[in-house]
């Protein structure tokens, strides 16, 4: 944790922006990462409702002192049309949930939750070059994480949603960026691929469905999460039944953070 008395008038300064917000985790990890390595920089919590985004984003144009902030739940749409400039991903995924600012007061977009997912994987030693992928879920997370396996080199993806008409249409939007991947839309069965990922929000509470038909499993296959908590969702402890290999969801947040953090400080200019 940042130790807050040693917050000068040369901090530089970042911001979270959700709503709800009390549940976030990016300030703890972010500020733990920037202590760690000695960096006088510290990112705090703006609680904003969706009708006062434009108005805040517009004024943390004018902080000299701010470099950049996180944008998440229910702001990662919004935002895009509140920047001057996005990245290609941002553009593709349809979200951002990255802003850095400039010392102009420019604001770029970029979303970096689909390459938090990929660089745990690989930082695992999970390579996907050449992979077949069956990933659930069609939602805002699966999208991201769906753009960054097609960038990363997957071969063969299939997306499987409870809505099917949504898999359909993010498999289209990935089929005419990625033309060289076969990106089908699949059914609740996982067999047949490397790597089974979970990009819906099931496992979060106790009680719900299980995202595919874990019955369909096998233990060459390897199982991964988005869900942080539980760490070990109902998803992870069949496919450890089975002998798969696991991935859990955190990975993609440390990721996450560690390339937030470059991000924003990658637009610092020095006074
Ligand atoms: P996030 O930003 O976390 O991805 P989201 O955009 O609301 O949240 O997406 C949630 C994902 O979980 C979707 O794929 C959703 O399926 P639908 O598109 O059919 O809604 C999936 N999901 C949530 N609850 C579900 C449930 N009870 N059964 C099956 N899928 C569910």
Redesign the pocket.
């Known amino acids: 944790m940042t130790d807050i008395t040693q917050i000068s008038g040369n901090t530089r300064v970042y911001a979270i922006i959700a709503d709800p917000i009390h549940h976030v985790q990016t300030p703890q990890a972010m500020n733990a990462l920037f202590s760690a390595r000695g960096e006088d920089r510290v990112l705090v919590p703006f609680h904003v409702a969706p009708a006062d985004l434009a108005g805040v984003v517009s004024g943390l144009r004018g902080i000299q002192s701010l470099d950049g902030f996180i944008v998440t739940?229910p702001h990662?749409t919004a935002i895009l049309e509140l920047c001057d400039t996005l990245s290609d991903a941002a553009v593709l995924v349809g979200a951002a949930n990255v802003v850095t600012r400039s010392g102009d007061g420019k604001l770029h977009g970029e979303i970096l939750d689909g390459e938090g997912f990929v660089s745990g994987l690989r930082q695992a030693g999970i390579e996907l070059e050449g992979r077949s992928v069956y990933l659930?879920?069609?939602?805002?997370?699966?999208?991201a994480i769906a753009f960054a396996l097609a960038a990363a080199g997957v071969a063969w993806l299939t997306i499987a949603?409870?809505?099917s008409a949504?898999a359909q249409l993010l498999v289209d939007r990935i089929a005419s960026a990625f033309p060289e991947l076969q990106v089908v839309v699949g059914t609740s069965d996982p067999a047949d691929h490397d790597l089974v990922v979970n990009?819906?929000?099931?496992g979060l509470k106790e009680g719900?469905?299980l995202?595919c038909d874990v019955t369909r499993l096998t233990s060459q296959q390897i199982v991964a999460e988005?869900i942080m908590q539980p760490a070990i969702t109902p998803l992870l402890a069949a496919a450890q039944k089975v002998g798969c290999r696991v991935h859990e969801g955190l990975p993609m947040l440390l990721c996450q953070i560690e390339l937030m953090a470059a991000a924003m400080a990658s637009r610092r200019v020095e006074p």
Request: proline share 5%.
């Open positions: 739940v990662k659930a879920g069609a939602g805002g997370a699966a999208n949603n409870r809505t949504k990009g819906t929000s099931l719900d469905a995202p988005i």
